[in-house]
């Protein structure tokens, strides 16, 4: 038996019973109790591998995938419970695109790069680039699901405009790095895969990359960008 088929058994086995004592009953027959006597004894035997019906699991895999298991179990429910657009009665299409990719930027499977134009509460044409992925672990969407406040570019995002004040910003992320001083325009590299996000409407957005405006009523221009990385993790 190779590796895989070794794993998929002891899954197997972990799912169906619910302790390591259970599993070690289920190997032991009637014949084996009576001429032992013993139960403990025969749970003994079925451990060592003397006894049994079945595959010979140690305790120590057993428990070890247990946990594992429980663990991802835990992981997974805690991801749908902090989907923040779950639930909301979201009417703009703005509002529910971004929901449609919270769950697989949270997962790092997509990386969506949000570029909005708007006023800001002073008036002033702003514009920005947004690592939707960096804001959601840093920030909580409730406000701007539920329409309490509207997502706006920050100096601290991928990139920050003021229209008003020429004031132009722009730093990496965890997800990606600027690159600023390209003569033909902003480009931002995907760390996971070093694949380059061209921003530029006039250009191909880039290997595994795709561009998106979205008509919206909350903003004067949105784009979204979404990069799918491709290296094996």
Request: aromatic share 10%.
């Amino acid at each position: 038996m190779d590796r895989d088929d070794g794993v998929d058994a002891v899954d197997n086995i972990v799912t169906q019973f619910s302790t390591y004592e259970d599993f070690l009953d289920s190997q032991i027959t009637t014949v084996d109790l009576y001429y032992l006597e013993d139960e403990s004894l025969a749970r003994q035997l079925v451990e060592l591998g003397y006894r049994g019906t079945g595959e010979v699991v140690k305790r120590e895999d057993f428990e070890a995938r247990k946990a594992a298991i429980e663990i991802a179990r835990l992981a997974e429910r805690t991801q749908k419970k902090t989907l923040t657009s779950a639930g909301k009665d979201l009417q703009d299409n703005f509002l529910k695109a971004l929901a449609v990719r919270e769950e697989d930027n949270r997962n790092g499977k997509v990386s969506t790069v949000i570029f909005i134009r708007d006023k800001n509460s002073h008036g002033q044409e702003i514009s920005g680039y947004i690592d939707y992925a960096h804001r959601l672990k840093i920030e909580d969407f409730e406000v701007y699901f539920s329409g309490k406040r509207r997502l706006l570019p920050k100096p601290t995002d991928l990139s920050f405009y003021n229209w008003d004040s020429h004031i132009a910003v722009w730093n990496s992320t965890p997800n990606y790095q600027v690159i600023a001083d390209n003569p033909e325009g902003l480009l931002f590299k995907y760390k996971r895969d070093r694949k380059i996000l061209n921003v530029d409407p006039k250009s191909s957005p880039g290997d595994n990359s795709t561009r998106t405006p979205i008509q919206t009523e909350l903003y004067i221009q949105v784009v979204l960008f979404d990069h799918i990385s491709r290296r094996k993790t």
